[in-house]
């Protein structure tokens, strides 16, 4: 598929097959997010890939957001400290855009390799840090869902009157 394509046919998935994803498409997904820009090349991430049917279940019930019975999740950390330290204080928000950008990667890839994915932002913080053994500095800022597709959402529509040229012509 071409960039333009993905990027258009992406969707939300809450519907997965009972397909597993291997190993290697994992991978290339931790890759993906990897290679995402960053600011001052500070990296200040972390991923973990989550695919043990138990832990999956368990993050279920901790996560109202996450439907569907997806065959792996990545979580996705951010060392704000970390980022503050080497850039100060507007690298909290750094640390963020940082992490945003590795996740739409993540699911830009997937989507390419014919698995969908679906971004989630509801669940208990601290105890996700706990059931995955993250340190206290370092927080879960997204969970993102994966699986074949077990349907295909229609795509939303999109307002195209949001690009402007040049300066703000006003609200749509």
């Given at each position: 598929?071409?960039?333009?394509?993905?990027?258009?046919?992406?969707?939300?998935?809450?519907?997965?097959?009972?397909?597993?994803?291997?190993?290697?498409?994992?991978e290339s997904l931790?890759?993906?997010?990897?290679?995402?820009?960053?600011?001052?090349?500070?990296?200040?991430?972390?991923?973990?890939?989550?695919?043990?049917?138990?832990?999956?279940?368990?993050?279920?019930?901790?996560?109202?957001?996450?439907?569907?019975?997806?065959?792996?999740?990545?979580?996705?950390?951010?060392?704000?400290?970390?980022?503050?330290?080497?850039?100060?204080?507007?690298?909290?928000?750094?640390?963020?855009?940082?992490?945003?950008?590795?996740?739409?990667?993540?699911?830009?890839?997937?989507?390419?390799?014919?698995?969908?994915?679906?971004?989630?932002?509801?669940?208990?913080?601290?105890?996700?840090?706990?059931?995955?053994?993250?340190?206290?500095?370092?927080?879960?800022?997204?969970?993102?869902?994966?699986?074949?597709?077990?349907?295909?959402?229609?795509?939303?529509?999109?307002?195209?009157?949001?690009?402007?040229?040049d300066r703000f012509?006003?609200?749509?």
């Open positions: 598929m071409d960039l333009e394509t993905i990027i258009q046919t992406r969707r939300s998935v809450r519907i997965f097959s009972d397909k597993p994803l291997e190993k290697e498409q994992l931790g890759l993906a997010a990897i290679w995402a820009p960053t600011g001052g090349n500070a990296q200040p991430w972390y991923f973990i890939i989550i695919t043990g049917k138990g832990t999956i279940k368990v993050i279920k019930t901790l996560s109202p957001g996450l439907l569907g019975n997806p065959q792996a999740v990545i979580a996705v950390l951010a060392d704000k400290q970390y980022n503050v330290r080497k850039m100060g204080q507007v690298g909290e928000t750094l640390a963020l855009m940082d992490c945003s950008m590795a996740a739409q990667n993540i699911m830009l890839r997937a989507w390419d390799l014919g698995i969908g994915s679906c971004a989630v932002r509801s669940f208990n913080q601290k105890a996700l840090q706990e059931i995955l053994e993250i340190p206290e500095h370092i927080s879960v800022e997204l969970l993102i869902t994966l699986g074949y597709p077990g349907h295909e959402p229609a795509p939303p529509p999109r307002r195209e009157s949001v690009i402007q040229w012509h006003g609200e749509t």
